[in-house]
């Protein structure tokens, strides 16, 4: 064997263990070394929230020793505090919030997509510039003008002003997805469509909105988790009405120190909702989040 050989044979190997292979088949699959190292991937980023459950269910005591003690006593003590201090105004806020926003941005970005994607206005590519600007801004660098005009209209500690805002937030990034994901719609369908007499509302009914349903999935799923995790808006402009989720967290970081395990026992309950949705829409968002990636 000579010396450029054996050099190489460790290479050849390593890249043997990585290689992609094929069932009998035909259908691709991973080599075991590449599936190894996506459980350990997978392992490491559930590890904290696997850590955060396992916390709630222990006492304050045992939830603050260093080093951690995971073998404690399990209990349920910390769920029946929160429910006893009334989470549940928390999450109906945070529900109504999100859900009517994101069918606020739904209702608002599938047009906008459609006109800039099936049936392009002139100039949509500076359109779509604009729509994305409106993020360049820190959302801390509008949190005074937006409160001062609140403020004057008399919304403070009022759910509808977290609705408005959170639609404005997620408006831009919602038509740019659908704009990616319209544009996957064979334009067959919606010459056949108009060629039956169909109008602008029929067509997105019943033509766009069927084909384009992961796209949809996955936008509404985004918006949805956006709305549901923001925290300086509502921490700021609410105060005890139209308190959010994320806002009740705070409350259990005080002078008096930190309740750890009645913190992993709110935020496992005030995470449930995301994953719930996550896991109804699991099919369609992986669908939505690949439309177009392969030609």
Known sequence: MTAHAAVGAPGARLRKLFRRHDDPAGTPRLSPLWTFVAWLATLAFFAPVAWMVLTSFHQEADAATNPPTPLAPLTL????LLFGRDITPFLLN???ASVISTLLVLALAVPTAYALSIKPVEKWTDVMFFFLSTKFLPAIAALLPVYMIVK???????VWTLIVLYTAMNLPIAVWMMRSFLAEVPKEILEAAEVDGANLPTVLLRIVAPVAMPGLAATSLIC?????NEFMFAVNLTATQASTAPV???GFITNEGLFLARLCAAATLVSLPVLIAGFA?????VRGL???AVK
């Open 77 to 80: 003590d910390q769920y029946q």
């Open 94 to 96: 945070s529900a109504m």
């Open 152 to 158: 004057e209209v008399g919304m403070l500690d009022n």
């Open 224 to 228: 949805f988790i956006f709305s549901w």
């Open 248 to 250: 009740f967290l705070v």
């Open 281 to 285: 829409a699991q099919d369609k968002l």
């Open 290 to 292: 690949s439309l177009g």
